[in-house]
């Protein structure tokens, strides 16, 4: 049970594929060994969008590290979730090598890891994507190859599922409205490259009057490219979450009902631990907190209704409920990605409210924000905490609770800011706060 790249032990790797199916033997060690293990408190991690499971591992290495010193009374079991997820090479990871978070490239050029990722992530694609990498490298003139561009991306994505795998890419639901193909896929793609070359300006300007001129296209297209691959890998995340994790807790309360579990999920991740909760079976209640750190999907995911529209509400509304303890929601405005980049792909997808004139203060305060830049909104009773409040005082043992991890998550550069800045010894102390894990002892039967 020792993994030589693990931090802690005794750890499992609960691996899914993309239509939430479990590695069984995985799945099955898990079963059989963590009541044998003596695990009382399970913590179960999700990546965001890692291309690879090194990377996956690295991160879950690095977050669980400081859990035995935390929380030395516990017993103490650990999980890493891997979901074919991918990440565009360009994106800066803290902490990681060069091997893991390359150095930006000149975009718009689709770099070999990049490409490399793709042909994993999107099997059977090929052509398409060797097509796309040449537009990018060619940047062509013509308005019409943006629009060819824009095709191919269509292609590559499978936009509009059949099924109901459409729903999983869904952070808000309207009564009476069905769900269409998002407004970027839709309309004319030399807009939106722009729109997204305007965006990537103003983040490497802040401030400056050269953000807001009009940029290459093609930084916007290869921009559009990153969004429409999140799109599908959103989509990917509900799917894994619901049909995949959240059955396998089921079947593990089953088989092991007095084991606590403790949800985490970084980026995506948080979409996919967020998603299991709609999958638990009937009668589970043995989840005992939910910690997103830096949730890539909407602040009104757990709403009933959003307050610009009553007829819609957030596709987890109420979801919070299943939980035996906190939903506990962990964001930081140095996110750029959450913060800049998500509202406006967001809006793409499907805001009638467009950033007719574009401005940072307006993206800012879009009504398509994410869970890692402001937490939750609009769900009544929801608590809010600094950072260092939090550590120091008693988490509330249920409903949402926003933490402002700004004081630590805080590094990074554009597009992405902070947002993958999540190692920090403070985000595993609410963790462990969250769940109460330091407190159950060998004579407290139903610890709370």
Same mark, same amino acid.
């Given at each position: 049970?020792?993994?030589?790249?693990?931090?802690?032990?005794?750890?499992?790797?609960?691996?899914?594929?993309?239509?939430?199916?479990?590695?069984?033997?995985?799945?099955?060690?898990?079963? #059989?060994?963590?009541?044998?293990?003596?695990?009382?408190?399970?913590?179960?991690?999700?990546?965001?969008?890692?291309?690879?499971?090194?990377?996956?591992?690295?991160?879950?290495?690095?977050?669980?590290?400081?859990?035995?010193?935390?929380?030395?009374?516990?017993?103490?079991?650990?999980?890493?979730?891997?979901?074919?997820?991918?990440?565009?090479?360009?994106?800066?990871?803290?902490?990681?090598?060069?091997?893991?978070?390359?150095?930006?490239?000149?975009?718009?050029?689709?770099?070999?890891?990049?490409?490399?990722?793709?042909?994993?992530?999107?099997?059977?694609?090929?052509?398409?994507?060797?097509?796309?990498?040449?537009?990018?490298?060619?940047?062509?003139?013509?308005?019409?190859?943006?629009?060819?561009?824009?095709?191919?991306?269509?292609?590559?994505?499978?936009?509009?599922?059949?099924?109901?795998?459409?729903?999983?890419?869904?952070?808000?639901?309207?009564?009476?409205?069905?769900?269409?193909?998002?407004?970027?896929?839709?309309?004319?793609?030399?807009?939106?490259?722009?729109?997204?070359?305007?965006?990537?300006?103003?983040?490497?300007?802040?401030?400056?009057?050269?953000?807001?001129?009009?940029?290459?296209?093609?930084?916007?297209?290869?921009?559009?490219?990153?969004?429409? &691959?999140?799109? #599908?890998?959103?989509?990917?995340?509900?799917?894994?979450?619901?049909?995949?994790?959240?059955?396998?807790?089921?079947?593990?309360?089953?088989?092991?009902?007095?084991?606590?579990?403790?949800?985490?999920?970084?980026?995506?991740?948080?979409?996919?631990?967020?998603?299991?909760?709609?999958?638990?079976?009937?009668?589970?209640?043995?989840?005992?907190?939910?910690?997103?750190?830096?949730?890539?999907?909407?602040?009104?995911?757990?709403?009933?209704?959003?307050?610009?529209?009553?007829?819609?509400?957030?596709?987890?509304?109420?979801?919070?409920?299943?939980?035996?303890?906190?939903?506990?929601?962990?964001?930081?405005?140095?996110?750029?990605?959450?913060?800049?980049?998500?509202?406006?792909?967001?809006?793409?997808?499907?805001?009638?409210?467009?950033?007719?004139?574009?401005?940072?203060?307006?993206?800012?305060?879009?009504?398509?924000? #994410?869970?890692?830049?402001?937490?939750?909104?609009?769900?009544?009773? &929801?608590?809010?905490?600094?950072?260092?409040?939090?550590?120091? &005082?008693?988490?509330?043992?249920?409903?949402?609770?926003?933490?402002?991890?700004?004081?630590?998550?805080?590094?990074?550069?554009?597009?992405?800011?902070?947002?993958?800045?999540?190692?920090?010894?403070?985000?595993?102390?609410?963790?462990?706060?969250?769940?109460?894990?330091?407190?159950?002892?060998?004579?407290?039967?139903?610890?709370?």
């Amino acid at each position: 049970m020792v993994d030589p790249a693990m931090s802690v032990a005794p750890y499992w790797e609960l691996t899914f594929d993309a239509d939430g199916d479990p590695d069984r033997g995985k799945r099955d060690r898990l079963l #059989a060994q963590v009541e044998e293990r003596g695990v009382r408190d399970l913590v179960v991690f999700s990546h965001g969008w890692n291309s690879d499971r090194s990377g996956a591992t690295r991160l879950y290495s690095g977050f669980f590290a400081p859990f035995p010193e935390l929380a030395p009374r516990a017993r103490l079991g650990y999980v890493g979730v891997v979901w074919p997820s991918m990440r565009f090479s360009d994106e800066p990871i803290p902490d990681l090598p060069r091997s893991m978070a390359a150095e930006t490239t000149r975009r718009p050029a689709l770099d070999k890891d990049t490409r490399r990722a793709l042909l994993e992530t999107f099997p059977g694609r090929t052509t398409v994507i060797d097509q796309l990498a040449r537009l990018l490298d060619q940047q062509p003139r013509e308005e019409t190859e943006l629009e060819e561009f824009g095709r191919l991306v269509r292609l590559l994505v499978d936009v509009v599922p059949s099924g109901p795998q459409a729903l999983f890419a869904t952070d808000t639901l309207a009564e009476g409205v069905p769900q269409g193909e998002p407004e970027m896929f839709s309309g004319p793609t030399a807009a939106a490259c722009e729109e997204y070359a305007r965006a990537l300006a103003a983040l490497e300007n802040p401030g400056g009057a050269e953000g807001f001129a009009l940029p290459n296209p093609w930084d916007g297209a290869h921009e559009l490219l990153r969004q429409a &691959t999140y799109y #599908a890998m959103k989509r990917r995340a509900g799917t894994v979450g619901e049909r995949g994790l959240g059955r396998v807790i089921g079947q593990l309360a089953a088989a092991a009902p007095d084991v606590r579990v403790h949800l985490v999920g970084h980026s995506f991740g948080g979409r996919l631990v967020s998603f299991a909760l709609r999958g638990l079976p009937r009668g589970v209640h043995t989840v005992k907190s939910v910690t997103l750190l830096q949730g890539a999907f909407s602040h009104y995911a757990f709403a009933a209704r959003l307050p610009h529209d009553p007829r819609a509400g957030g596709v987890l509304q109420g979801r919070q409920n299943r939980i035996d303890g906190p939903l506990v929601c962990c964001y930081s405005r140095f996110d750029t990605a959450l913060g800049t980049i998500y509202p406006l792909a967001s809006r793409m997808a499907g805001d009638a409210e467009g950033v007719a004139e574009f401005g940072l203060g307006k993206l800012l305060g879009a009504k398509w924000g #994410a869970m890692g830049h402001d937490g939750v909104q609009a769900v009544p009773g &929801t608590r809010a905490f600094k950072l260092a409040d939090a550590l120091r &005082t008693k988490l509330p043992a249920s409903g949402c609770v926003n933490i402002d991890a700004a004081a630590v998550v805080r590094r990074g550069g554009p597009p992405t800011g902070a947002h993958s800045d999540i190692v920090h010894r403070e985000l595993a102390q609410v963790v462990v706060a969250a769940g109460r894990i330091a407190r159950p002892t060998a004579t407290d039967p139903s610890p709370r």
